[in-house]
């Protein structure tokens, strides 16, 4: 094998150990909170232009799926803009195209959950789907997460706000993407931090668990 | 007209051109120029800057029969038109996401000798790079002066040069670039000789070029 083969056969190799399962869940996440961030503006541009044929509607304090099904009704208010039958069709194709979003995001979320509990079960079981792939984005890879201190799982999320703590003296972080935990969540603002702390140990816990080990715990 | 700048290297008009080793074929949408049955790839400015540092009056010391190690390579847009030019090519490269399409460039251009490594470790990559002529690096990093002299130090030959594009805005956003430009350069003289430098200004914004040579 020549200089030029040799070089092509390492990098190949290097390749693909790089792209692994990680980087597809990784990006999996991103999906969803790409979806979201797109259906929240296209939503918004809905409600803009619904709100001119029925302005009522927007006062209603309604979900996204209830005030989706709302609009499918095309009730005209006493106050609102006389829309043309072609005007409406159009609503009603936005509509529609804003279901599909809704649903591809369910369905990303559900198959999110699916690889997750599949390959990462003891991460899935402490730190659910979502956060789990946020935390192996965010380390790189599950090794490098499994070989992470709890207390930088802890903060991961966080990095603008514990870069100003250690340039600045400011306050630490007390919770990054884990504050999304209902475990940290459901704390009253006071406990969350040393919820955090608990959580975090656990999560370091189940990485290394899902890492080294091979059977569920 | 086409004026020669250095072997391999020329002017068509105003634009900066290399003769196309793989004619027929372009990797990222350069615009090709035909004359006399020759085919010249356009190297834009403002995407390499190599080509920058050229037009700004550097010489680029290579020919046809330099070895080059080339760090922080990205996708391989500078480096196929360096392959256009030198004999060889060591491309360093630390992220996955780009080293693929390094890779596939690797692939149809069989001068270029791809690595995904991680250019502040040397010693990953030390048993396969021998000492070449040339050096250059384009990495945009906190550390990258010591990246460079390290690098120079393990595979810059004897007579050979190197050369490394400065962002004074990935070393410190907050100091002026000209100060982050002038402790490099005295980071860069405790070990080797400046033969020149140049401000890549219009083309890059806060970045100069340095060519050095090992001190004799």
């Given at each position: 094998m020549g200089e030029y083969e040799e070089f092509m056969q390492r990098a190949k190799e290097a390749l693909l150990q790089s792209q692994n399962l990680d980087s597809w869940v990784v990006n999996l996440a991103e999906l969803i909170e790409e979806l979201d961030k797109s259906f929240n503006l296209l939503y918004e541009r809905l409600r803009e232009l619904y709100?001119?044929?029925?302005?009522?509607?927007?006062?209603?304090?309604?979900?996204?799926?209830?005030?989706?099904?709302?609009?499918?009704?095309l009730k005209k208010s006493e106050i609102g803009y006389n829309l043309s039958e072609e005007d409406l069709d159009f609503i009603l194709d936005l509509v529609k195209e804003l279901e599909s979003l809704l649903s591809l995001r369910k369905k990303t979320e559900e198959y999110l959950a699916k690889v997750v509990k599949e390959n990462y079960p003891n991460l899935y079981s402490?730190?659910?789907?979502?956060?789990?792939?946020?935390?192996?984005?965010?380390?790189?890879?599950?090794?490098?997460?499994?070989?992470k201190p709890s207390s930088t799982i802890q903060v991961y999320g966080a990095e603008k706000a514990l870069f100003r703590h250690k340039k600045t003296g400011a306050k630490p972080p007390k919770y990054g993407y884990i504050l999304q935990h209902p475990f940290v969540m459901s704390k009253p603002p006071k406990e969350r931090g040393k919820a955090a702390k608990e959580l975090a140990a656990k999560i370091s816990l189940a990485a290394r668990k899902d890492y080294y080990g091979k059977e569920n715990k | 007209m086409v004026k020669r700048i250095s072997d391999g290297i020329y002017k068509l008009g105003n634009k900066l051109v290399?003769?196309?080793?793989?004619?027929?074929?372009?990797?990222?949408?350069?615009?090709?120029?035909?004359?006399?049955?020759?085919?010249?790839?356009?190297?834009?400015?403002?995407?390499?800057?190599?080509?920058?540092?050229?037009?700004?009056?550097?010489?680029?010391?290579?020919?046809?029969?330099?070895?080059?190690?080339?760090?922080?390579?990205?996708?391989?847009?500078?480096?196929?038109?360096?392959?256009?030019?030198?004999?060889?090519?060591?491309?360093?490269?630390?992220?996955?996401?780009?080293?693929?399409?390094?890779?596939?460039?690797?692939?149809?251009?069989?001068?270029?000798?791809?690595?995904?490594?991680?250019a502040s470790k040397p010693e990953s990559y030390k048993e396969f790079v021998p000492k070449v002529d040339f050096v250059f690096q384009d990495v945009a990093a906190r550390n990258q002066?010591?990246?460079?002299?390290?690098?120079?130090?393990?595979?810059?030959k004897k007579?050979?040069?190197?050369m490394v594009a400065v962002k004074s805005r990935s070393i410190d956003v907050t100091k002026s670039p000209r100060k982050v430009f002038d402790e490099f350069e005295k980071g860069l003289k405790k070990e080797l000789k400046v033969v020149s430098k140049v401000r890549l200004e219009p083309f890059e914004k806060d970045h100069m070029v340095f060519l050095v040579t090992k001190k004799r």
């Open positions: 709100g001119i044929y029925n302005p009522e509607l927007l006062e209603k304090d309604l979900n996204k799926e209830k005030f989706l099904k709302e609009v499918k009704k402490t730190a659910g789907a979502l956060i789990t792939a946020k935390l192996i984005g965010a380390a790189g890879s599950l090794k490098e997460l499994a070989r | 290399t003769v196309n080793s793989t004619p027929g074929e372009t990797f990222f949408g350069e615009k090709i120029i035909k004359k006399k049955g020759v085919e010249y790839r356009v190297w834009d400015p403002r995407r390499s800057k190599i080509a920058a540092a050229i037009l700004k009056g550097i010489k680029l010391p290579v020919d046809k029969d330099s070895v080059v190690l080339y760090l922080g390579a990205a996708s391989g847009q500078t480096c196929s038109f360096l392959s256009d030019v030198v004999k060889k090519i060591y491309a360093v490269e630390i992220a996955p996401r780009v080293f693929r399409e390094l890779y596939l460039l690797a692939k149809k251009r069989k001068n270029i000798l791809p690595i995904l490594a991680d002066l010591q990246i460079f002299l390290d690098n120079c130090r393990m595979f810059l007579n050979g040069y190197g």
